[in-house]
Nanobody, 127 residues
Framework: QVTLVESGGGLVQAGGSLRLSCAAS????????MGWFRQAPGKEREFVAA????????YDADSVKGRFTISRDNAKNTVYLQMNSLKSEDTAVYYC????????????????????WGQGTQVTVSS
């Protein structure tokens, strides 16, 4: 079983940048496909980005395409979300999630497809 801990959230002005990190422990990190989701107050959890086990395949939600980049470092057991050109509508609690597929190229965009979740980190973008 893997444990996920997010960090890097905070308060930033619109147009600014943040980098979120998600450190994994308790499992073989390279066995897990990873994803980032977010949830704003009063809204459902929303897919942000996903990355395959090897990092060779990534997929971003349309709402963040061209602004956010997901990456991973399997040697450091960490997945990242680089967020640039932040907007007020990006304000949310951001969660990382892990799934354990067989395929090296598998990615998952549905929250229900993930088995493990972090506790979340708050990102607030002021306009």
């Amino acid at each position: 079983q893997v444990t996920l801990v997010e960090s890097g959230g905070g308060l930033v002005q619109a147009g600014g940048s943040l980098r979120l990190s998600c450190a994994a422990s308790g499992g073989t990190f390279s066995s897990y496909a990873m994803g980032w989701f977010r949830q704003a107050p009063g809204k459902e959890r929303e897919f942000v980005a996903a990355i395959s086990r090897s990092g060779g395949i990534t997929y971003d939600a349309d709402s963040v395409k061209g602004r956010f980049t997901i990456s991973r470092d399997n040697a450091k057991n960490t997945v990242y979300l680089q967020m640039n050109s932040l907007k007020s509508e990006d304000t949310a609690v951001y969660y990382c999630a892990a799934d354990r597929p067989v395929s090296l190229v598998y990615i998952q965009t549905i929250a229900g497809g993930y088995d493990y979740w972090g506790q979340g980190t708050q990102v607030t973008v002021s306009s």
